[in-house]
């Protein structure tokens, strides 16, 4: 499931990001066809995937053509991540299939990182979201998982208008 800032700018204000987010269920046995799947093009180390499964969660591959980087996260056993992850849409990117993350579920992640590690860009995304989306988000959704994620102020800043999108 792609989520982070490509599906922060899917449903709301653009801007440009240096990398791709996403949530995978890796079952270990899949580690040998990932490494190569991605042999080609793609530096993609299987130490750093194998630490993702104690704990770290997160791997990356980077694109030898464009130094791209594709974090990859490991779907954690947490209450929040499964919903987010069972509730994903299936939409059409520049013509492929993708599975993308909720509007509301972006701007819980991301308010869940800006918790971790406080950023004006992460706090943009989901204003830009929200400004987008106005009317169309399930406040109540939000606001239940805010309050068990403890971001219920973080949340009410947003939806009052208190956190708006940056002016360009």
């Not at 982070?4 to 580690?31: A, C, E, K």
């Not at 929200?130 to 403890?150: H, N, T």
């Not at 971001?151 to 800043?157: I, K, Q, R």
């Amino acid at each position: 499931m792609l989520t982070g800032s490509m599906v922060s700018n899917y449903w709301g204000i653009p801007r440009t990001t240096h990398d791709l987010d996403f949530v995978i269920q890796l079952p270990d046995r899949f580690i040998k066809p990932l490494l190569e799947a991605f042999s080609k093009d793609f530096v993609l180390d299987e130490d750093a995937i194998r630490q993702a499964f104690r704990g770290t969660y997160l791997f990356n591959a980077i694109d030898t053509r464009s130094a791209l980087k594709v974090d990859f996260w490991l779907l954690q056993p947490k209450p929040f991540e499964r919903v987010m992850f069972d509730r994903k849409l299936q939409v059409s990117l520049f013509g492929e299939q993708a599975w993308i993350c909720t509007a509301e579920d972006v701007v819980l992640h991301k308010l869940y990182w800006n918790s971790v590690s406080p950023s004006d860009r992460q706090m943009g995304d989901c204003a830009g979201v929200c400004a987008v989306q106005a009317g169309r988000l399930d406040s109540d959704y939000l606001r239940r998982w805010a309050q068990e994620m403890g971001l219920a102020t973080a949340l009410d800043n947003l939806l009052s208008g208190k956190t708006r999108p940056k002016n360009t």
